[in-house]
């Protein structure tokens, strides 16, 4: 297991601010949370249609227009960490209990 913390716009987008999650490689790391995101806007959408179809309410409100698709993460969007050094290859190896930091490009967090 890898211990990945998001910084800045990355958290927002992704909704973590910390994960631990299996990945060998930095790349895995960015496929798994573009899975993870991926889970999280359909559970989103499932409890949206939930509530918009319960008959207990009164009225029906709006549809949560910020309730689109996240594209998926990737390498070059992020400044990536690993232990504390810059990491620059998406195909650096990982080893159980390392630390991944991923940061905006453009902003700190």
Same mark, same amino acid.
């Given at each position: 297991m890898v211990k990945v !913390? /998001? $910084?800045g716009v990355i958290r927002s987008t992704t909704g973590f601010g910390t994960l631990e999650l299996e990945? !060998? /490689?930095v790349k895995e790391v $960015?496929? =798994?949370i573009s899975k993870k995101m991926e889970e999280g806007y359909y559970e989103d959408l499932k409890k949206e249609e939930?509530?918009?179809n319960d008959p207990k309410l009164k009225y029906r409100p709006e549809r949560n227009a910020a309730l689109k698709p996240h #594209?998926?993460? #990737? $390498? *070059?969007e992020a400044v =990536?960490? =690993?232990n504390g050094d810059r990491c620059m290859r #998406?195909? #650096?190896k990982l080893?159980? *209990?390392?630390e991944i930091w991923l940061l905006s490009p453009a902003a700190g967090g």
């Open positions: !913390k /998001t $910084f990945a !060998k /490689t $960015f496929s =798994v939930e509530r918009m #594209k998926e993460l #990737k $390498f *070059g =990536v960490y =690993v #998406k195909g #650096k080893n159980d *209990g390392d």
